[in-house]
């Protein structure tokens, strides 16, 4: 019989993908989300429209599942994370979401399940160096999360692994770091850095100006989405439970990420540093665990995940534009 897979926020960006490259191995898939994808069809077996801060709604996206893949989350970019307006809604909403669902992977005997942290996690402090961030696994304590989204994600660590302590269940853990690529969110407010940059150098004439929030000199590292995947399927077949980082070593500024993405657009631009919501200084994968354990880690540049995304947000710029003539 064909393995059954559940991946809640199936609509997302990443349980999007995901829910593709489950069915290309074969697998009879479930999909839940708020909302169904909005920039192609999902292949899902079965998409279930539905809201898992309600338990009634777990218990029937749940039943007869083998294994779950749990990304469903209240998130975005730094303009929805870091201005405090969105607090409660991150806390409330995911941890809800986190409550039912491993309660009801537990009450229906589910083989094993995953579920996405983010680096948000790791504690402020670590964090203040653009050039030296320290974000090996075994920094998250101290805890100090530079957001209520970074403290919501600690919590349900701890949840996911004391229920693996409590009661058998397979989990494991993963802590992503800024993954990009095409059909991620784009515009409106929640979108990521490079997403956000992709659709600025787009919209903008030769020689004209974009903005960034703060002076630029921030650092990040950028994750293209079909590495990510791997790395959570390779996890999900190891023995190893995590928390584990799921991201790319390849540190950059965010001034320098828009000079990227400018020479890949083939433009010349101007950048102008404002105020604005800008996280921690610095952020960058450790990657010697994920090497360790799974004898594996992210290898794909920076660049040529940019390579492939920047055209899809060219493409849907244009395809906006158009419907606003």
């Given amino acids: 019989m064909k393995k059954k897979i559940l991946v809640c926020g199936g609509g997302g960006f990443i349980g999007g993908h995901l829910v593709k490259r489950l069915k290309d191995m074969g697998y009879w898939v479930r999909a ?40 469903a989350a209240d998130m975005g970019g730094a303009g929805y994370i ?5 607090d409660s809604a991150v806390m409330h909403n995911s941890a809800l ?37 320290k974000l ?19 919590f349900s660590e701890r949840l996911y692994l004391s229920y693996q302590r409590n009661y058998g269940l397979e989990v494991h853990i993963a802590r992503f770091h800024n993954i990009f690529g095409p059909e991620g969110t784009w515009t409106g407010g929640k979108e990521k850095a490079p997403a956000a940059l992709c659709r600025k150098v787009a919209k903008t004439e030769e020689g004209g100006e974009i903005e960034i929030w703060g002076d630029g000199k921030q650092t990040r ?17 190891s023995d190893f439970s995590g928390p584990v980082n799921i991201g790319s070593q390849e540190m950059i500024s965010i001034n320098d990420l828009a000079k990227l993405i400018m020479d890949i657009a083939d433009k ?14 610095g952020r960058n994968s450790d990657n010697a665990l994920i090497k360790e354990k799974l004898g594996w880690a992210p290898s794909e540049s920076l660049r040529s995940g940019l390579e492939k995304t ?10 906006a534009l158009a419907k606003d003539i």
């Fill in 97 to 133: 979401i986190n409550l039912n669902v491993v309660e009801e992977a537990r009450l229906q005997n589910v083989k094993k399940i995953f579920y996405s942290s983010s680096a948000c996690m790791y504690p402020e402090y670590n964090q203040l160096d653009p050039d030296n961030p």
């Fill in 82 to 86: 870091f201005t405090g307006d969105n």
């Fill in 268 to 281: 010349k631009l101007n950048i102008k540093n404002i105020p604005g919501p800008e996280g921690v200084r």
């Fill in 221 to 237: 590292s950028f994750l293209y989405i079909d590495e990510c995947l791997e790395g959570v399927l390779r996890l999900m077949d």
């Fill in 136 to 154: 090996s696994e075994d920094s998250a304590y101290p805890a100090a999360p530079d957001s209520e989204y970074g403290w919501e994600k600690l």
């Fill in 32 to 71: 839940c989300d708020l909302k169904r994808n909005e920039f192609s069809s999902s292949p899902a077996d079965e998409f279930i429209v539905g809201d898992l801060r309600d338990p009634l709604v777990c218990k029937k996206v749940v039943e007869n599942i083998d294994e779950i893949y749990q990304l």
């Fill in 310 to 319: 920047y055209p899809w947000i060219l493409q849907q710029s244009k395809k």
